[in-house]
T-cell receptor, first 114, second 112 residues
Framework: AQSVTQLDSQVPVFEEAPVELRCNYS??????LFWYVQYPNQGLQLLLK??????LVESINGFEAEFNKSQTSFHLRKPSVHISDTAEYFC????????????FGKGTHLIIQP | ETGVTQSPTHLIKTRGQQVTLRCSSQ?????VSWYQQALGQGPQFIFQ???????GRGNFPPRFSGLQFPNYSSELNVNALELDDSALYLC???????????FGQGTRLTVV
């Protein structure tokens, strides 16, 4: 079984400041790692994913995440946030093999203050 | 190429009733999975269908059941509704064997 812990339920940050959203996971098997974003009253949108290869992955809108196998972490970072980044962010894992679905963390609400 | 669509968007049911939620997968995707997202929580995996067969299930009771049709669209059925079933139900589709899942906008179910 897998579990995902998002250490902060809310992260307030000023506009144009950097931010890091923390994610740790536990799994007895190898997993894929994901970050999803959810805007109010909407479904989930894939932000970025780690499948294999370089441990640093980037999204088209300036977010990046680094997979750290020894620390079982996949923290999300952005060097400069915008008001439009206000949303709920979910970290998720899925086993490489088998038909298990995604296991999500409880989410981190990113609040951008002007 | 159309994305994942779900219907209805909102639904109110009475405790003890039955409900059916629908999902059309993204074009070319043969795998559909369903998730329940309670208020303030992350989504929880209900089950997955691949080529019309259930091939994965989370920790949900048998009153949660589903179907996948030859065109890969899917239904989620919940019998004997309970108040705690009130949640956002999300459908996701993917191409079997790949990791990336694409989500619909969800159906907000309220049980009164």
């Amino acid at each position: 079984a897998q579990s995902v812990t998002q250490l902060d339920s809310q992260v307030p940050v000023f506009e144009e400041a950097p931010v890091e959203l923390r994610c740790n996971y536990s799994s007895s098997v190898s997993v894929y790692l994901f970050w999803y974003v959810q805007y109010p009253n909407q479904g989930l949108q894939l932000l970025l994913k780690y499948l294999s290869g370089s441990t640093l992955v980037e999204s088209i809108n300036g977010f990046e995440a680094e997979f750290n196998k020894s620390q079982t972490s996949f923290h999300l970072r952005k060097p400069s946030v915008h008001i439009s980044d206000t949303a709920e962010y979910f970290c998720a894992v899925r086993p490489l093999r088998g038909a298990d679905g995604l296991t999500f963390g409880k989410g981190t609400h990113l609040i951008i203050q002007p | 190429e159309t994305g994942v669509t779900q219907s209805p968007t909102h639904l109110i049911k009475t405790r003890g009733q039955q409900v059916t939620l629908r999902c059309s997968s993204q074009s070319g995707h043969n795998t559909v999975s369903w998730y329940q997202q309670a208020l303030g929580q992350g989504p929880q995996f209900i089950f997955q269908y691949y080529r019309e067969e259930e091939n994965g299930r989370g920790n949900f009771p048998p009153r949660f059941s589903g179907l996948q049709f030859p065109n890969y669209s899917s239904e989620l059925n919940v019998n004997a509704l309970e108040l705690d079933d009130s949640a956002l139900y999300l459908c996701a589709s993917s191409l079997g064997g790949t990791a990336e899942a694409f989500f619909g906008q969800g159906t907000r179910l309220t049980v009164v």
